[in-house]
């Protein structure tokens, strides 16, 4: 009899802070998984609710790592460091995935064995209602660091990653109070095949008020994200056009709406950032 090889084991990472509203269905869709190994592990990033008594009630059904409150990118880093997959799958706290996301990334993964990191498609529901995506966020497959530039086009919970991925491009920034994760997939984009297996297989919900992504002035982290980019990563004549390109763009917007603000000592940094990089780039042509 052949015996055959035993699927990948998938480490799948929730982190949470004061969401215990929407938390148990976000285990429970993952409790539901069939056809995979995995372990759930949740990083309770210094809830102050009833999260620890939700969580206590699955017993030893997942892994609990409570940490103080230093924001998602510390708590998926916790995570990613306790895990003990070979595959690493993220699901924020508001969302959910359908039961079979797990055995159709893991299978793709087996399939691939050149593919670092697949995502799916998702359903989105805004305050309780679903809604289509527009067309400028629509998911790609393969090298998509170009598109990526101008908005995010990965979702954390969407996306499966072989855990070597991160000893090659870096964990989560923890600098970034936001767009952390805008900033680790252009890191890996510009390097890396992004894969899309064209199914929604996740649940995304919005529209509740302790969203980051509706936090005001995200810009500026992008523009650090970009920035980072053109000075630490071997993008290629393309890629760096690019990235000038969009940052210039940024840079313009953002600037222009701190003079409208008021903020005067802030614009000008904004303003004058990107001519550093089209001289350089005007320098090398």
């Not at 810009?219 to 210039?248: P, T, Y």
Request: charged share 30%; with cysteine; proline share 6%.
């Amino acid at each position: 009899m052949v015996k055959h090889p035993e699927p990948p084991f998938v480490s799948v990472i929730i982190p949470t802070y004061n969401r215990s509203w929407s938390l148990r269905e976000a285990i429970d869709s993952v409790l539901a998984q069939d056809r995979c190994r995995f372990e759930l592990i949740v990083v309770d990033d210094g809830s102050t609710d009833d999260t620890p008594e939700q969580l206590r009630s699955y017993g030893d059904r997942l892994t609990v790592v409570r940490q103080e409150n230093r924001g998602v990118s510390a708590a998926r880093n916790t995570g990613i460091r306790h895990a003990s997959g070979s595959l690493i799958a993220f699901l924020d706290s508001d969302d959910q995935w359908l039961p079979d996301k797990l055995h159709r990334q893991s299978k793709f993964f087996e399939s691939r064995l050149d593919a670092m990191i697949c995502q799916t498609q998702e359903i989105w529901i805004r305050n309780g209602i679903r809604v289509n995506p527009k067309k400028r966020h629509r998911k790609r497959s393969g090298m998509i660091f170009e598109p990526s530039l101008h908005l995010c086009l990965v979702s954390p919970s969407a996306v499966m990653i072989r855990k070597e991925l991160f000893e090659k491009v870096g964990l989560f920034d923890e600098t970034l109070p936001a767009c952390e994760d805008y900033d680790l997939w252009l890191r890996i984009s510009c390097r890396f095949p992004v894969f899309l297996i064209d199914t929604p297989l996740i649940v995304k919900r919005g529209g509740h008020p302790d969203q980051l992504s509706r936090s005001p002035g995200l810009d500026r982290f992008r523009i650090a994200s970009i920035v980072k980019c053109l000075e630490n990563e071997s993008l290629n004549s393309r890629q760096r056009h690019a990235a000038i390109g969009v940052l210039a763009q940024k840079c313009r917007i953002y600037g222009e709406g701190c003079l409208k603000r008021g903020r005067h000592e802030e614009a000008p940094y904004f303003l004058e950032l990107p001519s550093r990089f089209i001289h350089e780039r005007q320098s090398e042509e």
